[in-house]
């Protein structure tokens, strides 16, 4: 399944996609797609709400596609995930996950603009893998429990604000958590729409040029091992969204180092996640 939330900022309605661009409207028997809907278990009752409604799906049109899914209690990071990454950064390969928290309140849609704070002049892009947990998860036993545990994956841009991130004492959370730093979408793929997870193709593109080309085979921890190795240290609920990381390419890594100063357009895809498309805006206190 590929679930969505269609409607205004506030007023997303929650529904399913067939096809491309086909709605399938789920609002009437779901509330939304946040932790009570997950905690419930009723994902699982609607692969055959959707075949019985597929005739009556409508095209999406213009209508804004919002976050997949709805605030979370919890955005957890993964950081230099990638051997590659890590070592465009000059840091050394973690040997176990690096974790970081990132506000539920940087959470937008795929589309939405982006936003560069307020006296930043370090901004920056990361296209990544996200996960969606399904269940509460406290020690789970292994990875196999991990798996059962993930309800989809999702497209994530995790912005961050480089300077904030590294040279303000190196609490990695002051550099990602300004609003708008964390488009998610264009919709929640469930596992079972993703023949392998570790062989997703990633990209993100800066003004029509390609700034970051990866996969998802060359992580370092595998979804699996992130979900179980952070169940032995907090408690996963139902709706939260992990980021694992991103490949090479950010404008941390460039020659020079390149940031987003507003006007810019973000554009990034990953294979069986969709593409998103954002508009970088200056921060008005930048132009007065």
């Not at 990602?176 to 596992?191: C, E």
């Amino acid at each position: 399944m590929r679930l969505v939330r269609i409607g205004d900022l506030g007023a997303e309605k929650p529904g399913a996609l067939i096809d491309d661009d086909l709605l399938v409207d789920l609002s009437d028997v779901v509330d939304d797609f946040n932790e009570a809907f997950f905690a419930s278990g009723r994902i699982s009752e609607l692969p055959a709400l959707i075949a019985d409604r597929a005739n009556g799906a409508t095209p999406i049109g213009d209508r804004r596609i919002g976050s997949p899914i709805a605030r979370p209690h919890q955005i957890l990071c993964i950081g230099l995930n990638y051997s590659d990454h890590a070592a465009e950064t000059g840091q050394a390969v973690p040997p176990e996950p690096i974790l970081f928290n990132k506000a539920p309140n940087t959470l937008i849609g795929p589309n939405d603009d982006v936003v560069i704070p307020r006296g930043s002049t370090k901004t920056d892009w990361e296209v990544e893998l996200g996960i969606v947990i399904g269940r509460h998860s406290l020690y789970l036993a292994d990875e196999t429990e991990a798996a059962a545990a993930i309800a989809g994956y999702v497209l994530v841009n995790d912005v961050s604000e480089r300077e904030w991130q590294i040279e303000r004492g190196g609490q990695w959370v002051k550099g990602k958590s300004a609003p708008t730093f964390n488009p998610v979408g264009p919709w929640l793929a469930t596992p079972d729409e993703i023949d392998d997870v570790l062989a997703l193709d990633m990209t993100l593109d800066v003004d029509d040029k390609r700034r970051q080309t990866g996969s998802t085979s060359t992580m370092l921890f595998s979804p699996t091992f992130i979900v179980h190795y952070l169940s032995q240290f907090l408690a996963l609920e139902p709706g939260d969204l992990i980021n694992t990381g991103t490949p090479p390419g950010v404008g941390m890594g460039m020659k020079p180092p390149t940031y987003l100063k507003g006007g810019e357009t973000m554009t990034l895809t990953v294979t069986h996640l969709g593409t998103q498309t954002q508009f970088v805006v200056a921060h008005p206190a930048a132009t007065e």
